[in-house]
Nanobody, 121 residues
């Protein structure tokens, strides 16, 4: 059974940092692994993605320079390092795997259950 489990979310003050983890079990995924987020009343939006090798990374303009995506294939885990957090980063963050492209939710086959990130001002 394929499973993605996110962890690391929580409450942090503006300017703070968090590290999200996405641990995959059941298989090793080819294609892109990405992070998306969804705030209340808004559509799910792309945050960052990384290729299987880790050689290429992709970021939305809103997080570029503040967030870093990385992976440890030995642990079958992808990370999202979030720095200089802003209140507008508040959302449920989802990990997705098996992507045929980096940017669109519809390109991904496997999804985690999400982890809440709340940034207070």
């Amino acid at each position: 059974q394929v499973q993605l489990v996110e962890s690391g979310g929580g409450l942090v003050q503006a300017g703070g940092s968090l590290r999200l983890s996405c641990a995959a079990s059941g298989r090793t995924f080819n294609g892109y692994t990405g992070w998306f987020r969804q705030a209340p009343g808004k559509e799910r939006e792309f945050v960052a993605a990384i290729t299987r090798s880790g050689g290429s990374t992709y970021y939305s303009d809103s997080v570029k320079g503040r967030f870093t995506i990385s992976r440890d294939n030995a642990k079958n885990t992808v990370y999202l390092h979030m720095n200089t957090l802003k209140p507008e980063d508040t959302a449920v963050y989802y990990c997705a795997a098996g992507g045929s492209g980096p940017y669109r939710p519809s390109d991904y086959y496997y999804w985690g259950q999400g982890t809440q990130v709340t940034v207070s001002s």
